[in-house]
Antibody, heavy 120, light 107 residues
Framework: EVKLVESGGGLVQPGGSLKLSCAAS????????MSWVRQTPEKRLEWVAY????????YYPDTVKGRFTISRDNAKNTLYLQMSSLKSEDTAMYYC?????????????WGQGTTLTVSS | DIQMTQSPASLSASVGETVTITCRAS??????LAWYQQKQGKSPQLLVY???TLAEGVPSRFSGSGSGTQFSLKINSLQPEDFGSYYC?????????FGAGTKLELK
């Protein structure tokens, strides 16, 4: 059974930093591209980071580029999202998501999410 | 960036009815369109990808259609477990974007 379990969310002040983790199991983690997707309090879904299966390629939307860094440790079957210079608009539920086979850009499995609140 | 416009924003229907949700892309995305279902308090689940391919385990009462810029998700004979929110997403490369969602409620 594919399982993605996020952790690391919490309350952070504006300008602060936080690192999220996602533990993967039930599939060959190193064979799949992965992403982080967030859902705002208004329930809007936003893709925030992509990483290739080997970790050599990463992509971000302009809204987080330069502030967020996605990484992975294939030996530990774990995905990460380092977030810095946090803003109130980064407040959201953050999901780790596996992308479809063949490096497809849709998401076939999602974790249960971890909540980030950016507030003073 | 490709903008995804979903309609309607909300929809009330009864068990047994057939409903259709539409999604329009701001430019040609060929058939690179996915649909997700999200139930209250849960994470999204993939329903359809490549516009019309059902994900594993998805009931056949769900169907996707369209290409280019116009797409739709049809649910035949609504079941109680189908009520929730639905989102479209283009998967034609980055940046990936989603529609604003359609909330399907029980009438």
């Amino acid at each position: 059974e594919v399982k993605l379990v996020e952790s690391g969310g919490g309350l952070v002040q504006p300008g602060g930093s936080l690192k999220l983790s996602c533990a993967a199991s039930g599939f060959t983690f190193s064979s799949y591209t992965m992403s982080w997707v967030r859902q705002t309090p208004e329930k809007r879904l936003e893709w925030v980071a992509y990483i290739s299966n080997g970790g050599g390629s990463t992509y971000y939307p302009d809204t987080v580029k330069g502030r967020f860094t996605i990484s992975r440790d294939n030996a530990k079957n774990t995905l990460y999202l380092q977030m810095s210079s946090l803003k109130s608009e980064d407040t959201a539920m953050y999901y780790c998501a596996r992308q479809g086979a063949g490096k497809a850009y849709y998401f076939d499995y999602w974790g249960q999410g971890t909540t980030l609140t950016v507030s003073s | 960036d490709i903008q995804m416009t979903q309609s309607p924003a909300s929809l009330s229907a009864s068990v047994g009815e057939t409903v259709t949700i539409t999604c329009r892309a701001s430019e040609n995305i060929y058939s690179y369109l996915a649909w997700y279902q999200q139930k209250q308090g849960k994470s999204p689940q993939l329903l359809v990808y490549n516009a019309k391919t059902l994900a594993e385990g998805v009931p056949s009462r769900f169907s996707g259609s369209g290409s280019g810029t116009q797409f739709s998700l049809k649910i035949n004979s609504l079941q109680p477990e189908d009520f929730g929110s639905y989102y479209c997403q283009h998967h034609y490369g980055t940046p990936l974007t989603f529609g604003a969602g359609t909330k399907l409620e029980l009438k």
